[in-house]
């Protein structure tokens, strides 16, 4: 098993691109949470989906959109980048039970110039 | 709205040293609470979690306690090494709703010194 994969691992954008981050899990996992982490302040819940095909916002939505058109691929959207977004974002994904552990991804490291 | 801190933000430690780390949190409610390991440049692996009902849980040299009533979570290891270098996250997740969101304290980094 791959667990849960990222890609790209690094981007460098521009002000104003627009580009789209995949998450792939294979363990069957019905829960999806996108993440992004900042100095010292932690990581923070952007988007997150309950089964294919559900989405709903965490914490810090704003700018970004998320897709889960397949269970096993949940999809972070910018489209229109600015410096804010300089971040590393994590995936993760889980089982339904409460007590089921989120399983994280590598992280990809953005950069907005 | 649930706010997770962690103390301190750094620690660092000879080998061989037991030690503590603190998470408290705002609302205690019904929550579960996990402990992760982050090292550099790398994503979360879980190390420990404590259900709601539960007041702790051991894995080898960890043991993490959970007391709802103060709002605190300690992580305790023993007999430290080198290899436990990495940064220590703390979150808290409802039990019901919600997608059992996990919100995050800002960690604490473990520096074990040989």
């Known amino acids: 098993n791959a667990g849960v994969t990222q890609t790209p691992k690094f981007r460098v954008l521009k002000t104003g691109q627009s580009m789209t981050l995949l998450c792939a899990q294979d363990m069957n996992h019905e829960y999806m949470y996108w993440y992004r982490q900042d100095p010292g302040m932690g990581l923070r819940l952007i988007h997150y989906s309950v089964g294919e095909g559900t989405t709903a916002k965490g914490e810090v939505p704003d700018g970004y959109n998320v897709s889960r058109l397949k269970k096993q691929n949940f999809l972070l959207g910018l489209e229109s980048a600015a410096p804010s977004q300089t971040s590393v974002y994590f995936c993760?994904?889980?089982?339904?039970?409460?007590?089921?552990?989120?399983?994280f991804g590598p992280g990809t490291r953005l950069t907005v110039l | 709205k649930q706010e997770v801190t962690q103390i301190p933000a750094a620690l660092s430690v000879p080998e061989g040293e037991n030690l503590v780390l603190n998470c408290s949190f705002t609302d205690s409610a019904i929550y579960n609470l996990q402990w992760f390991r982050q090292d550099p440049g790398k994503g979360l692996t879980s190390l420990l979690l404590?259900?709601?009902?539960?007041r702790e849980q051991t894995s080898g040299r960890l043991n993490a306690s959970l007391d709802k009533s103060s709002g605190r979570s300690t992580l305790y290891i023993a007999a430290s090494q080198p290899g436990d270098s990495a940064t220590y996250l703390c979150a808290v997740s409802p039990i019901t709703g919600g997608g059992n969101k996990l919100t995050f304290g800002t960690g604490t980094q473990l520096k074990v010194e040989l």
């Open positions: 993760a994904s889980k089982w339904i039970a409460s007590t089921d552990t989120q399983y």
């Open positions: 404590i259900q709601s009902s539960q």
